[in-house]
């Protein structure tokens, strides 16, 4: 069955740095685009980063272009988030995600938890 499994999070300090990584199986993570979303208490859930099949394309959120990176290794079904420069209003819950092709359904990990805070 299809699993995701997050991990990587933790406290930081503002201005530190934290790189997750997401391993996946399951399916064929090759094809498939994915992607890095993440809810901080009392809000909804917001699209971070995305990343295509081949790694070849990203895309932000405008408020983490410049300080995080997707990317992800296809050999090792992983994608990963390295963030720098983190800032108290980037803790929150940081999930990874893709959206079957055939069903359209979302698949979610179980999220791992990043605080910035000193």
């Known amino acids: 069955q299809v699993q995701l499994v997050e991990s990587g999070g933790g406290l930081v300090q503002p201005g530190g740095s934290l790189t997750l990584s997401c391993a996946a199986s399951?399916?064929?993570?090759?094809?498939?685009?994915m992607n890095w979303y993440r809810q901080a208490p009392g809000k909804e859930r917001e699209l971070v980063a995305s990343?295509?099949?081949?790694?070849?394309?990203?895309n932000y959120a405008d408020s983490m272009k410049g300080r995080f990176t997707i990317s992800r290794d296809n050999a090792k079904d992983t994608v990963y988030l390295q963030m720098n420069s983190l800032k108290p209003e980037d803790t929150a819950v940081y999930y990874c995600?893709?959206?079957?092709?055939?069903?359209?359904?979302?698949?979610w990990g179980q999220g791992t938890q990043v605080t910035v805070s000193s």
């Open positions: 399951g399916f064929t993570f090759s094809t498939y685009a």
């Open positions: 990343i295509t099949s081949t790694g070849g394309g990203t």
């Open positions: 995600n893709f959206v079957g092709r055939i069903t359209g359904s979302n698949y």
